[in-house]
Structures are given as structure tokens and as C-alpha cells.
């Protein structure tokens, strides 16, 4: 099947950015995986409307990647935190992918504003197109595409 | 230095989807990386509207990630057509990583529509995170953040 003909929609990339494909759905995403969790730690850090944050923090919930968790700080009513859920911390190599393109493009003379390491043993951190053979690969070389016909047709 | 206290625009995760970071730049990418070239192809397959299409494709080519180079059909008036400089070939593993997310939690019972194959060997292809030491790593476990004090105050 050729690419131009298989439908737009019908893509692993196209449903995801669909969910989270928004400027403000990234950063909140970041944020929480960074382990801000509170909506007034989440507004004071992005700077975002609180309107707007709590739309995108109720979809996040809807779709199952961020949870709400009751907390109540002494003298002051309940509230809700919020915790990335499995489904939540599984977008965090989209946040590296980000991270590594800014790192590679936009950064300044004096180079990434944060590395990775591990903690481990301390060697910087770098995501690796792999096949399940061991090869590493270069994206867009050597790369073939297998169109799942059950799927599209679904 | 705290996560916190980290200003949110002085951020690679923040400065990418700054210039991608909008559902169309994403699908316009994913589909120039799958080969598509020609504007009237692009809006065929995205089924965007022509003005949208030219906004986007502009902001891609100020970036860099996108080169116009003239072709003419016979007896056609000269046309351009759109490839992925080596900036926008490096945003691929953010599309993949998307690609990735939406196969583990979007794919319907048929399973994900397009596996991504090595096209030398087969073996399906994977993104892995892994340290310079050769660690495979689970995000946002055994990872440390180091901040580069000079970028922060740049």
C-alpha cells in the first residue's frame, strides 16, 4: 500500500496529536513528569490561565494519563493533586525526543539548558532508534514501513 | 537548582514545541518524512486548507526544517516541492516516539496500523532510552536531571 493512500487519520501519530498535540499539553505533561503535581505549583510555573489549565488537566484525566489524588494541608480545604498514571509516564520519550531536537537546534552558546543522566552511573542519557536485532539505526535510513490491512480497513 | 525554580521558557521541551508544537506542524512533518513532497499532495492527504497549508509550510521553511526546490511538469508552470533539511530529518524520533505512545495506548483490536521495520534485517525498530554507558533505562526512572547554570541565566 502507498503512503499516500492510506488514510490520514488512521495513524498511531495522527490519534496521538490529536489527544496531546497543543503547546500547552506538552509543557503540562513535562511539568508533572518533572513532578510538579499541585494546580498552584502547575499555574505558577507555566504561567498559564487557570481556566485553561484546568481544561487540559481534565482531558489528561479523561484520557487516562494523569490521576487525581485527594491531599489537605493542615487548616485549608481538600484539593486534588495530580499524577501521571502509567499511560501518562509512557509519553515521557516523546519529552526527550522534544528535549534531544531543542538540544540539538535551539540551544544557545552556552549549549542545553538541562542533560539527562543516569543516575546509576552518571553517563548522559540519549534516546536510540533500535531494531529488535540490536541494530541502531539513522531515522529515515533503513527503515521500512509494514501497513497492518485489518487495521487501516478497521 | 530546584525544578521549580527553573524558568519554563528556558527549556528545549519548551523551545521545540514553540515552533512544532501545534497538531497540523506534526502531521505536515510525519507526512514529509513518509515521502509526500508536492503541496497539492499534502493537501490530498492531510486534507488541510490550502491557506493553513502555505502558513505552515512557510514557518517550517524560516526554521530551517523544510527546503523549497523548484520543479516543473511539462507544459506546467514551474511549482515548488518541500523536503526535510537535515534539522527536519532530526525531528523524526519525536515521531516516532508519537508514533510509539499511540501504537501502546490508541491502537484499536487489530493492533498498530504501521509497524516500522529494519529494512536490512527486518527486526521491528524501537526507540530506547538508554545512557552513553549503554544502560537501557524506563523514563523517568534512575534519571537526573543536571542543569547548566549558564544556559539558565542566558
Redesign the interface.
Known amino acids: 500500500m502507498d503512503?499516500?493512500d492510506?488514510p490520514?487519520d488512521?495513524?498511531?501519530?495522527?490519534?496521538?496529536?490529536?489527544?496531546?498535540?497543543?503547546?500547552w499539553m506538552?509543557?503540562i505533561l513535562?511539568?508533572l513528569?518533572?513532578?510538579?503535581r499541585r494546580f498552584d505549583?502547575l499555574i505558577?510555573?507555566?504561567?498559564i490561565a487557570r481556566d485553561v489549565l484546568t481544561r487540559r488537566l481534565a482531558a489528561l484525566v479523561d484520557e487516562g494519563m494523569v490521576e487525581r489524588r485527594p491531599y489537605q494541608q493542615l487548616g485549608q480545604r481538600p484539593r486534588d493533586e495530580y499524577r501521571?498514571t502509567a499511560?501518562g509516564?509512557?509519553?515521557?520519550?516523546?519529552?526527550?525526543?522534544?528535549?534531544?531536537?531543542?538540544?540539538?537546534?535551539?540551544?544557545?552558546?552556552?549549549?542545553?539548558?538541562?542533560?539527562?543522566?543516569?543516575?546509576?552511573?552518571?553517563?548522559?542519557?540519549?534516546?536510540?532508534?533500535?531494531?529488535?536485532?540490536g541494530?541502531e539505526?539513522t531515522?529515515?535510513r533503513?527503515?521500512?514501513?509494514?501497513?497492518?490491512a485489518?487495521?487501516?480497513?478497521?
Not at 505558577?44 to 504561567?47: A, D, F, Q
Not at 531543542?102 to 543516569?118: E, F, K, M
Not at 485489518?150 to 478497521?154: H, R, S, V
Request: proline letters at 4%.
Open positions: 503512503y499516500a492510506q490520514t488512521c495513524c498511531s501519530i495522527a490519534r496521538t496529536v490529536s489527544i496531546t498535540g497543543d503547546r506538552m509543557l513535562r511539568d513528569s518533572n513532578g510538579l505549583e505558577g510555573h507555566l504561567r501521571l499511560k509516564r509512557d509519553f515521557v520519550p516523546v519529552l526527550i525526543a522534544l528535549m534531544h531536537w531543542g538540544d540539538q537546534h535551539l540551544a544557545g552558546a552556552a549549549g542545553p539548558p538541562v542533560r539527562l543522566r543516569h543516575a546509576d552511573c552518571g553517563a548522559e542519557i540519549r534516546l536510540e532508534l533500535r531494531c529488535a536485532a541494530h539505526l531515522p529515515g533503513a527503515v521500512e514501513r509494514e501497513f497492518n485489518a487495521a487501516l480497513d478497521g
